[in-house]
Structures are given as structure tokens and as C-alpha cells.
């Protein structure tokens, strides 16, 4: 079975500046896709970024970039020029692409953007 | 932009009693997704539901647990004897296929309360 482990459960960073958050996963398989999910207070879950296993190139999404390591499972957020807006909890998420849909998701890290 | 969504936003029932969250999915969406998170734990998969037939299930949707399609548009997590330990926030989720370019799109979910 897949796992994915958020080892911050917190992070602050100060508004204008960059910030990593960190992703790791455990898996045997070798096609599967990476997500990273934004959980605003609200609490409606909204897609930021995802990488397919199989594409070497990090994905970028105007600030949101990640980097993807696939040797060493690793799959890090970073979050550059920080706004307010950002705050929220990140999960980090696995999906495999062998028929199974289900995310398997990690537990999450709270930011907090400080002005 | 379409939108799942989900009804009500908050529920509080008795335990032993049954409860039905509703959601309605992205019109043109074939799979669905019921996920829930115990307060400050990670999101969890229940099941994932394609053609009118469960796809997968994990352990934790057990038989107090069914879903259904009961006409075109709605999506349903019905809990037969409710526990104290089903109080979580239950995630709906829709996607158009389950492709290479699959992306879930998350209701802002139903908060259950069993009191």
C-alpha cells in the first residue's frame, strides 16, 4: 500500500518571501501522479499543482512549483512570493495510474503567511 | 466555473440514527468520490463510485455505509446507525474520467456531528 508522510505539520513564512513545503511517499509502482491540494479555512479542497511520475520536468504553476524526486520519493512544494491568500493546510497526495483512483492523502501541513 | 456541491453543511444527529449526505457532482463527471477527515487527521478515501457500481472501497466503508445514484444528478453516503466515531467532515469528489489527465474536484463538504 502507498503512503505519504508531511513531516511539518506547521509552517509560518513571512508574506513576499518563498517556502518548501516537504512530501514524502512510499510506493512500488513506477506511473502514478503527485498532487498538492490547498485546504482554505473554508474548507473546500482546491487542486494547486500535480506531476506525472513519468515526466522528468518539475510541474510549475505560476508561483507554485514543485520538486519532484522521483529516486528518493520526494515531492516538495514551493511557494514563491507569498500572499496572504496562501494560508491554508497543504496536503500532499498519491494516486496511482494502475486503475485505482482513490488519493491517498498525507496529513497535511498548516501555513501561516505572516504580514 | 462548475462547482460540486454538497448539502447540508452541517448535520447533527443521534447515535444509532441514519443520515444521507447529498452532493451533485460536475454535470459531465462519471466518477465519485466520498472522502472524510476527522478533525486535525489526514483525508481518507471511502469509496469511489463509476457506471452504478462501487469501484473500490476502503476499510473503513463498512456496512453501515452505502452509497447510491439515485437519478442523474444527485450522489448520496447514506450511514445506517450512526457512531460517535462517523463525526468527520465527508468530502465529496467528481472527476470526468479517470484518464491520465484525471483531476478530482472536492465539495466543500458536509460536517457530521454524532452526538
Known amino acids: 500500500a502507498q503512503t505519504v508522510t508531511q513531516s511539518q505539520p506547521e509552517m509560518s513564512v513571512q508574506e513576499a518571501e518563498t517556502v518548501t513545503l516537504s512530501c514524502t511517499y512510499d510506493t512500488s509502482e513506477s506511473d502514478y501522479y503527485l498532487f498538492w491540494y490547498k485546504q482554505p479555512p473554508s474548507r473546500q479542497m482546491i487542486l494547486v499543482i500535480r506531476?506525472?511520475?513519468?515526466?522528468?520536468q518539475n510541474a510549475t504553476e505560476n508561483r507554485f512549483s514543485v520538486n519532484f524526486q522521483k529516486a528518493a520519493k520526494s515531492f516538495s512544494l514551493k511557494i514563491s512570493d507569498s500572499q496572504l491568500g496562501d494560508a491554508a493546510m497543504y496536503f500532499c497526495?498519491?494516486?496511482?495510474?494502475?486503475?485505482?483512483?482513490?488519493?491517498?492523502f498525507g496529513t497535511g501541513t498548516r501555513l501561516t503567511i505572516i504580514p | 466555473e462548475p462547482e460540486v456541491t454538497q448539502t447540508p453543511s452541517h448535520q447533527v444527529t443521534q447515535m444509532g440514527q441514519e443520515v444521507i449526505l447529498r452532493c451533485v457532482p460536475i454535470?459531465?463527471?462519471?466518477?465519485f468520490y466520498w472522502y472524510r477527515q476527522i478533525l486535525g487527521q489526514k483525508v481518507e478515501f471511502l469509496v469511489s463510485f463509476y457506471n452504478n457500481e462501487i469501484s473500490e472501497k476502503s476499510e473503513i466503508f463498512d456496512d453501515q455505509f452505502s452509497v447510491e445514484r439515485p437519478d442523474g444528478s444527485n450522489f448520496t453516503l447514506k450511514i445506517r446507525s450512526t457512531k460517535l466515531e462517523d463525526s468527520a467532515m465527508y468530502f465529496c469528489?467528481?472527476?470526468?474520467?479517470?484518464?491520465?489527465?484525471?483531476?478530482?474536484?472536492f465539495g466543500p463538504g458536509t460536517r457530521l456531528t454524532v452526538l
Open positions: 497526495a498519491y494516486r496511482s495510474n494502475f486503475g485505482n483512483e482513490k488519493l491517498t
Open positions: 506531476q506525472e511520475a513519468y515526466k522528468q
Open positions: 469528489a467528481s472527476s470526468v474520467s479517470s484518464g491520465r489527465l484525471h483531476e478530482q474536484f
Open positions: 454535470s459531465n463527471h462519471l466518477y
